[in-house]
């Protein structure tokens, strides 16, 4: 081994929030945590990973019969069943993502309290897992398309769809890391975190388009939920619709205050971590 | 020789409102924050102005009571906690292995756990490649090693586990107490490697009780006591002095303060009178129990005292109790006391006592594993090497030839 001259110097204040190049050192790790639970969630199931896109698929078929064919909701030009399974699909990357990562700290108590790593480590690999799901059910999308023959535009899929991606992985760390940290101190969250996502359900327009809100003050302050700019994004990815660039602005916007303040919540937890986990 | 690692005033203080309930809840926060001014805050001192510097290739042995703080100060060498004052300067990569097989998972293969495993303690994927085979053979599960972990004997478990701890190569190491695990034969095999470990000049930090193991392993040691280092020295007159220490100190314990769980609560258990919490080997374990009524009406006749002697792995090794005997007690006044005086052949090593107050096959009151004490190095024979003996006891024994 090389005498590497690496000195380390530790004390009270010695961490740093969002320590890249530490995570990097740590890239590996974070590997394994996000294969282990890949691994250990469908493992010795019947189905395996066909599970990720049987449960958004057969919502979609739900949602389809009920607000496509009976009620009849606008669906911003594309087929009901496609508009619901892109809503879906993003929803799900924050909807599981930020439960797995809000929980991920209890559940890996007994490894934070024995062994040293950029505790950040855990909630990034429980969102990996979830983006993981996503890009599974991703296969069955596209075939989804196909079938419904919607040819999207491929410079605009290629450059919408990711955005949308990305709007909706930085507020899933951001929410997931601010619970992950508050659950450790009141474990209350880890309780009442499904019951307020499927709250937020509610608001996000998942089932309808956020165009189908009339009400001009109501539209911008429901745009203030990052996952609405991510969805209604997605959305404009498949169609030729023009993009209200505002909305999806605020919703990035949004998204980044998130995530900075996660971080900061973070690291201001962290070092209770380990006594407390 | 080079310091590689110098600690310099390390402090670590718990606030106890926060450790006690070990997580709060909002309402209880809120709560608290009504009661402003009337919330006590107890603080725990885990450790107090602690130094001391380890030089390169040193094996520096950490001896203490259990909560002494031993832990805690590997827990903050390797960064796992923050102190809350004090500094640490070192060089190179720590890695600490506070306990074998963490992470594990039963439904992974034990090929899946090694890089689990060995990827939490800091090891490379390609490290871990490179080692594979040996870590593999170390532990001898060749056979199993691609079944899922829920199908190993814990016995299994605990050698895996312990070979992928056995083949980290960093810098710095922290080891706590793991020595402690699998069957004798396998410990020497360990304390064998973790020898050859010294032997490359790393540079070890080793919390163990077993005394032999760290004379072996340490060139020096410091002892702990209620957080602060009370000496520092070679590994040999650390022991010696921990052992004096340990003679002289008995320990009471007042078991009205502790938490316990739901019995009929009559008649509780007061005190426990420990004369020494450290015996020699072949010494009679001798303690004291003293009872309090807490309902006058309740029948004190027909009182059944039993106490369990435990190993670190639970299992119960003792098991004595006046029933046995046939010879139930008549309580009559708070102050009589209840002394037990048990035989001992215990291997060497760390146990704790579990107690257990019946009246008419009523439990009373109950403390299981309550208090560790320690049975020193040594056996009856007089052979040079105990950790050879492989039984849980020592047992006086003939063998002739007729």
């Known amino acids: ?277 | 020789m080079k310091t590689i690692l110098e600690v310099e005033h390390i402090s670590k203080k718990y606030s106890l409102s926060g450790i006690n309930k070990a997580y709060q809840t909002l309402s209880g926060s809120m709560a608290d924050f009504f009661r402003t001014g009337k919330t006590e805050k107890r603080d725990f001192h885990a450790l107090s102005d602690v130094s001391f510097s380890v030089k390169e290739g040193d094996t520096l042995g950490i001896i203490g009571r259990n909560g002494a703080g031993k832990t805690t100060l590997l827990k903050i060498i390797s960064r796992i906690t923050s102190p809350t004052s004090g500094r640490i300067t070192g060089k190179g990569k720590v890695t600490s292995l506070l306990e074998v097989g963490t992470g594990f998972h039963l439904e992974l293969t034990g090929r899946e756990n090694i890089y689990m495993n060995g990827s939490i303690l800091g090891l490379k994927k390609k490290e871990i490649d490179k080692k594979f085979e040996e870590i593999v053979e170390f532990s001898g599960v060749e056979e199993f090693i691609d079944n899922p972990l829920k199908f190993y004997s814990s016995g299994m478990q605990l050698r895996l586990a312990f070979s992928i701890g056995a083949h980290l190569e960093p810098e710095i190491l922290a080891i706590d107490e793991v020595l402690a695990v699998g069957d004798s034969l396998f410990q020497q095999k360990c304390i064998e490697k973790m020898t050859s470990i010294v032997k490359s000049g790393r540079t070890i930090l080793f919390v163990s009780h077993n005394f032999q193991a760290l004379k072996m392993i340490c060139n020096k040691a410091i002892v702990l006591e209620g957080g602060r280092k009370v000496f520092d020295g070679s590994a040999t007159d650390a022991i010696d002095y921990y052992n004096n220490e340990q003679r002289l100190q008995g320990q009471t314990i007042n078991l009205l303060e502790l938490p316990r769980g739901k019995y009929a609560g009559e008649l509780i258990f007061s005190k426990l009178n420990f004369h020494s919490v450290s015996f020699q080997n072949g010494e009679d374990i001798s303690f004291s129990l003293f009872l309090k009524t807490v309902n006058n009406t309740v029948n004190k006749t027909n009182l059944i005292l039993g106490a369990n002697v435990v190993d670190r792995f639970g299992n119960n090794i003792y098991h004595v109790s006046n029933i046995l005997t046939n010879q139930p007690f008549t309580h009559s006044a708070d102050s009589d006391e209840y002394r037990f005086i048990i035989k001992n052949n215990l291997r060497p090593g760390q146990y704790r006592l579990t107690i257990c107050l019946t009246i008419n096959d009523v439990v009373q009151d109950f403390f299981t594993e309550l208090i560790d004490f320690t049975i020193e190095e040594g056996n009856p024979y007089g052979f040079s090497k105990t950790a050879f003996i492989q039984g849980m006891v020592f047992p006086e024994f003939t063998i002739r030839k007729i």
């Not at chain 1, 991920?104 to 309290?113: C, P």
């Not at chain 1, 996952?227 to 919703?251: C, K």
């Open chain 1, 1 to 277: 081994m090389s005498a590497k001259e690496n000195t380390f110097v530790i004390d009270a204040e010695s961490r740093t929030p969002l320590n890249l190049a530490e995570i990097w050192e740590f890239r590996e790790l974070l590997y394994f945590f996000a294969w282990r639970d890949i691994k250990v969630k469908y493992k010795q199931t019947f189905l395996g990973v066909t599970w990720a896109f049987i449960q958004p698929f057969l919502m979609m078929v739900v949602l389809n019969i009920f607000f496509g064919k009976m009620l009849h909701f606008p669906s911003d030009n594309l087929p009901y069943a496609v508009f619901a399974f892109t809503g879906l699909i993003i929803w799900n990357i924050f909807s599981s993502g930020v439960v797995n990562s809000g929980n991920s700290m209890i559940t890996n108590a007994v490894i934070i309290k024995k062994n040293y790593f950029p505790r950040i480590i855990l909630p990034l690999s429980a969102v990996i897992v979830s983006l993981f799901d996503f890009l599974v059910s991703f296969i069955l999308f596209s075939g989804v398309l196909i079938y419904f023959r919607v040819l999207p535009d491929i410079l605009r899929f290629f450059t919408f769809f990711p955005l949308a991606i990305l709007i909706a992985l930085v507020t899933t760390v951001g929410t997931g890391v601010i619970i992950g940290a508050m659950s450790i101190r009141f474990r209350d969250f880890r309780i009442v975190m499904p019951f307020v996502i499927q709250l937020l359900l509610f608001i996000t327009p998942v089932i309808y388009p956020i165009s189908a809100i009339s009400n001009k003050t109501l539209y911008y302050v429901l745009s203030l939920n990052p996952m609405a700019g991510a969805i209604s994004l997605a959305r404009a990815a498949l169609t030729h619709n023009p993009v209200d660039w505002t909305i999806i602005f605020i919703s990035a916007s949004m998204a980044v205050f998130i995530f900075i303040i996660g971080m900061l919540i973070f690291k201001k937890n962290e070092t209770l971590i380990s006594d407390l986990a």
